[in-house]
């Protein structure tokens, strides 16, 4: 990765939590920062935290009507309303003229998701692919500077794929993704991590308007290759489960 | 306890799972059983394994229209079919119609539920109040028996309440609730405990039906005695969580 230097200062930056309505670690952090706005204020700008489905939020589910997540692009930013269209492409357009326009000056300069799954990950930190060089920065410092976990990264989508998820409709996004966490449970030890992770990146972003220089470097990244089923039965049924040694949190 | 002699041998003995749609421990458990029924067979009776929710199971929902398992009691039972009740007032009729009446002589003689939780609880044991000398037993052999992992005993209904989940309908039940599991997922290691589980209390009920006197006894169960909230902000948002130290799995 080349060298990172600032020619524009990162002034507007947003915090979303809840762009799945079950994923309790950014819901809590972002109400819990909605309260208390300080701890998202750096020398150089503040983050504005917001919820992003509040109806799934309210029901606890992951969506209502389709997934928020991959109604960032723009077949559905720029279509029309129509009346029985899913509320997710409401909260999508609207996320758009709030934070957006995907791809125009006027976009915010960051803009971070936070989401748990019930996966044993740890804390992946995922990025566009086509958004490369401050993000990527970005996962080094808290690489190296976050030392409450190993933070693997992911590439989430393919060179030719546009980027769907919340944060591609700012200029720059980072999400971070916990787990294991079963949905609609709220796990301390994820909440001290999320929160610890945002605060890491605000302090990496403060820097870099300040003017720090980022030097090259190298590191690992993964991107997405394939899938793999598990075992079934010839009806279709699951006939294995994951080797309870390769689980967390075994009893 | 007082001790147990044989009076009637226990016969008719059914393995419930999915009373719960999203409670996978016991749906995979039932899922492989019904393909090879084998495990739940012993010198003295052959225990029947079925799903107790399956539109709940294939949409992966706790329930579908109300919770099933407050649903056995004699006011749904007994109640007339309407077209625009609940299905899982259906179903309770249905299963009581199969493995009851509950309170009558043709009822099976046992019933087992097979539940998760996203708590820590172990490996709890889980009786009717009501129901209390052959299921007691069926637990201290369970502890001294099985040596998977430590088994609480929790009478779930006050002693004037009506016994309202599905092992009611039966003359005898106990239910296995294991955790934590996030709903929706299947952890190995809970898999393999709630199997064991059941076979040791299959071989209790064999043992007994084949003459065999458990004396009297002393154990600890646990009863129902009050509620504590979270704490909460003024506006009913929680504003605590548990702490990290008293979770499992903790990252």
Redesign the interface.
């Known amino acids: 990765m080349a060298a990172l230097q600032r020619l524009q200062p990162v002034s507007h930056v947003a915090v979303s939590g809840g762009t799945h309505g079950n994923e309790m670690s950014g819901i809590?952090l972002v109400?819990h920062w909605l309260?208390e706005p300080s701890a998202l204020q750096r020398d150089s700008f503040s983050a504005t935290p917001f919820l992003a489905n509040p109806l799934a939020i309210e029901r606890c589910v992951r969506y209502v009507g389709r997934d928020l997540n991959r109604t960032f692009t723009k077949q559905f930013l720029n279509s029309k309303a129509t009346q029985d269209e899913p509320y997710e492409v409401q909260r999508a357009r609207k996320i758009n003229q709030l934070y957006g326009p995907k791809g125009s000056a006027q976009a915010f300069d960051f803009l971070f998701e936070l989401h748990n799954t019930?996966a044993n990950v740890?804390?992946c930190l995922i990025a566009s692919v086509q958004d490369n060089l401050l993000p990527m920065h970005m996962c080094h410092f808290i690489q190296t500077h976050c030392t409450l976990?190993h933070y693997p990264i992911l590439l989430y989508n393919l060179p030719d794929q546009e980027a769907y998820s919340i944060s591609s409709v700012a200029k720059h996004g980072l999400a971070f993704e916990l787990g294991?966490?079963?949905?609609?449970?709220?796990?301390?030890?994820?909440?001290?991590?999320m929160g610890a992770l945002v605060a890491c990146a605000l302090d990496f972003i403060d820097l870099f308007n300040k003017g720090t220089t980022f030097p090259a470097f190298e590191t690992e990244a993964y991107r997405f290759i394939g899938s793999v089923d598990y075992p079934r039965?010839p009806d279709g049924?699951?006939c294995a489960?994951?080797?309870?040694k390769l689980?967390?949190?075994?009893?």
Request: glycine share 12%; no cysteine; charged share 15%.
């Open positions: 809590y109400k309260r019930t740890g804390a976990g294991p966490q079963p949905q609609g449970v709220l796990r301390a030890d994820l909440l001290t991590q039965h049924e699951l489960s994951v080797h309870s689980q967390v949190g075994t009893a």
